[in-house]
């Protein structure tokens, strides 16, 4: 049976994905996560899940940055974003950053049930509105390559970097020391192709859902 994952960190929300994927796929696995961290657990510990249902607004997750990782180092689990966001561009960003689908969580049951089963075929689905939006932008595009590049705990660095946090606070809640993070600022900054913190986090920008959303903090001596 398919194995789907739900990434939303409201609990009505995920029991009303719960019922919808029900009906269906009767008897299908369900497994759940509530913010970033939990969902990049899930997703390692669940290689051949079928879906992935993606809220673009947990915890954790910075516009499309969280997509654009999964993609790149998951790129056999299908994502569709599920999201209130339902402006026409940031649907069709999500679909250019490699989302199979986006469903608005204003949609009744019946063309949620509709949009799970035609993504679950293998086909895209999407409002129209999203389909006849201009595509994302060159630069946003180039930033999504580079921030790609990232190995897994380089990205959750660059995150955290992106939440105002120093290296000491990075390495606290990495549990590494601070020299490990250092070094993967420097592994970072080289990827990106930044020569500092406050370009890292501009870059890492580019894929928020709002212009200037990340804040970094002033960079820090060696």
Do not use: C
Not at 15 to 43: F, H, I, N
Not at 131 to 137: D, F, T, Y
Request: charged share 20%; hydrophobic share 50%.
């Amino acid at each position: 049976m398919a194995t789907l994952l739900i990434a939303d960190d409201h609990p009505l929300f995920r029991e009303a994905l719960r019922g919808a994927v029900a009906r269906v796929l009767p008897g299908a696995t369900l497994k759940e996560a509530d913010s970033v961290e939990k969902l990049y657990a899930l997703v390692e510990s669940e290689p051949d899940a079928d879906l992935l249902l993606l809220d673009l607004n947990m915890p954790g997750a910075h516009g499309f940055s969280a997509l654009v990782h999964l993609r790149a180092h998951h790129p056999e689990l299908p994502v569709v974003v599920v999201s209130a966001r339902e402006e026409a561009a940031v649907m069709r960003r999500a679909l250019d950053h490699g989302a199979m689908g986006f469903i608005p969580k204003s949609v009744d049951s019946a063309t949620l049930g509709q949009a799970l089963g035609q993504v679950l075929e293998g086909d895209r689905w999407a409002p129209a509105a999203a389909l006849a939006a201009p595509a994302a932008a060159a630069d946003e595009h180039d930033a999504a390559q580079r921030v790609a590049g990232l190995t897994p705990q380089q990205f959750r660095v660059l995150q955290m970097l992106g939440e105002g946090l120093l290296n000491k606070q990075i390495a606290f809640e990495l549990k590494v020391s601070e020299a490990t993070v250092k070094a993967h600022m420097t592994a970072i900054l080289r990827k990106l192709g930044a020569s500092n913190r406050t370009q890292a986090v501009l870059i890492a920008g580019k894929l928020a859902l709002e212009p200037g959303a990340l804040a970094p903090q002033p960079d820090e001596p060696d």
